[in-house]
């Protein structure tokens, strides 16, 4: 799939919303679609986009739904598909390939190494990838941990109000709490969408201050650990980019959270 998508990219005059569409033989369309974010029509070659959502939401579910339509005109990789899989199982299988066509063509091998080695695994190079592809953060975290080599955790981080908790004897209010997150291959920590950041927490401190901020720290798993980490910071309007860069156990002598994951 990532191979299909990039050959379609690379045959793109340019990666704006029209010439997304101009290597696939179909019309794109702008509508209110409710809760779905878009669809694709084989039939009738229409690209369905919901117009209610944000840009950079759009243009990823472009690039997915044209990563449908590459799966669909393979006929080896289709029949492979529903030799291995079917019902609810097929369909999540096709969703997260789709995905992973929509990163390959909107962010491709060459933009992420330029970033990373501009900017090195950080929260900076988050940003950059975010802003450089037109993407979501949360979106350009997955294919930036994906391409980078160090054993780093990375984070999107945001103040909400988090899900009631009858464990939680803290008061109610907005919290900085992770968003998403993802892991260099071979990390196989990562911090679950909803975990609380201390306030004193450097990514806290990054965000109160609007001052990007990197030193050596910790990776806060919900279940109170803490794993040695060098901890870089990009704030960036309401929410914070994060890169925990993690330490050797035997250079520090903490315990690793074998309850992360």
């Known amino acids: 799939m990532r191979e299909l998508a ?4 690379r045959a793109l005059p340019g990666l704006d919303t029209h010439s997304l569409l101009s290597g ?10 409710g809760e779905r ?12 986009i919901n117009s209610r959502v944000r840009p950079e939401r759009q243009r990823f579910t472009l690039a997915h739904e044209i990563s449908h339509a590459l799966l669909l005109e393979d006929d080896d ?6 030799d291995a899989y079917e019902g609810d199982r097929l369909e999540q299988v096709i969703e997260t390939l789709c995905n992973v066509g929509a990163a390959a063509i909107l962010m491709p091998e060459a933009l992420i190494d330029e970033v990373l080695a501009r900017f090195g695994p950080s929260g900076r190079a988050l940003a950059e990838l975010a802003r450089r592809a037109d993407v979501s953060a949360s979106s350009a975290l997955y294919a930036l941990a994906e391409r980078t080599r160090a054993p780093v955790l990375y984070a999107v981080c945001a103040v909400a109000r988090p899900d009631a908790d009858p464990d939680d004897d803290a008061p109610a209010g907005k919290r900085l709490t992770v968003r998403a997150s993802s892991g260099a291959p ?3 920590y990562s911090l679950r969408p909803g975990t609380p950041i201390p306030d004193d927490h450097p ?3 990054a965000l109160a201050t609007r001052l990007p901020l990197a030193q050596e720290s910790y990776v806060p798993f919900r279940s ?7 901890v870089d910071v990009f704030p960036e309007r309401q929410r914070a980019l994060v890169s925990f860069a993690l330490i050797s156990r035997a ?3 903490a315990e690793a959270d074998t309850d992360a994951s």
């Open 186 to 188: 071979g990390v196989k």
């Open 37 to 48: 974010d878009g669809a694709y029509d084989p039939e009738h070659r229409v690209v369905l």
């Open 224 to 230: 109170g650990r803490r794993m040695p980490a060098y």
């Open 6 to 9: 990039a050959a379609y990219a």
């Open 77 to 82: 990789l289709l029949s492979d598909l529903h």
């Open 251 to 253: 250079g520090k002598g």
């Open 203 to 205: 990514v806290a401190v």
């Open 24 to 33: 696939l033989d179909a019309t794109l369309s702008f509508l209110p679609m």
